[in-house]
T-cell receptor, first 115, second 113 residues
Framework: DTAVSQTPKYLVTQMGNDKSIKCEQN?????MYWYKQDSKKFLKIMFS???????INETVPNRFSPKSPDKAHLNLHINSLELGDSAVYFC??????????????FGPGTRLTVT | KQEVTQIPAALSVPEGENLVLNCSFT??????LQWFRQDPGKGLTSLLL?????REQTSGRLNASLDKSSGRSTLYIAASQPGDSATYLC????????????FGSGTRLQVQP
């Protein structure tokens, strides 16, 4: 009965490779997000999707491309991985405003290590 | 641009103490504020959510308050236990269509048995 799930949990890869992280939520939410937590543990929004449409695209390199095949899934594809991409990536979901409470639920995270 | 600050960055207390974690923000036009807990190597667990029209929320030994006018929120933990040891994060959802949380840097709490 996992609410927000991500795969894989750990990802170790070499520079230059292309990789994907998958996210699924079974909460019936309309909005999904990708956040990045850097080595200093600071969490920052990367993307958000509402009903499969891109809402937020922060200043993220275009090597990162989110894809939402349906409302329950939001995948993150990363091309030409660099050392600086090493971080923990969190997927989250929430209902759409003005639903109350407008609360975000987070997945367990994917620890990406680029060598 | 919203800036969120959490003080202290780290805190160590003996078991049984009551404690307060602080979160301050620069832009008071918030939709709501969430407090999260993050255990090492784990995801985020939502603890409390305060709507912008509310002053406080309580859940068990936790009480969160919100003062928009002064740009502050506090998380009060009563009778702390070693199991409360974690990093506590506050996050703000702005009153715009942006739909993303802006996080503070967190307070790392250690409760000594």
């Amino acid at each position: 009965d996992t609410a927000v799930s991500q795969t894989p949990k750990y990802l170790v890869t070499q520079m230059g490779n292309d990789k994907s992280i998958k996210c699924e939520q079974n909460l019936g939410h309309d909005t999904m997000y990708w956040y990045k937590q850097d080595s200093k543990k600071f969490l920052k929004i990367m993307f958000s999707y509402n009903n499969k449409e891109l809402i937020i695209n922060e200043t993220v390199p275009n090597r990162f491309s989110p894809k939402s095949p349906d409302k329950a899934h939001l995948n993150l594809h990363i091309n030409s991985l660099e050392l600086g991409d090493s971080a923990v990536y969190f997927c989250a979901s929430s209902p759409t405003r003005p639903y109350i409470p407008y609360e975000q639920y987070f997945g367990p995270g994917t620890r990406l290590t680029v060598t | 641009k919203q800036e969120v600050t959490q003080i202290p960055a780290a805190l160590s207390v003996p078991e049984g103490e009551n404690l307060v974690l602080n979160c301050s923000f620069t832009d008071s036009a918030i939709y709501n504020l969430q407090w999260f807990r993050q255990d090492p190597g784990k995801g985020l667990t939502s603890l409390l959510l305060i709507q912008s029209s509310q002053r406080e929320q309580t859940s068990g030994r936790l009480n969160a308050s919100l003062d928009k006018s002064s740009g502050r929120s506090t998380l009060y933990i009563a009778a702390s236990q070693p199991g409360d040891s974690a990093t506590y994060l506050c996050a703000l959802d702005m009153d715009t269509g942006r739909r993303a949380l802006t996080f503070g840097s967190g307070t790392r709490l250690q409760v000594q048995p």
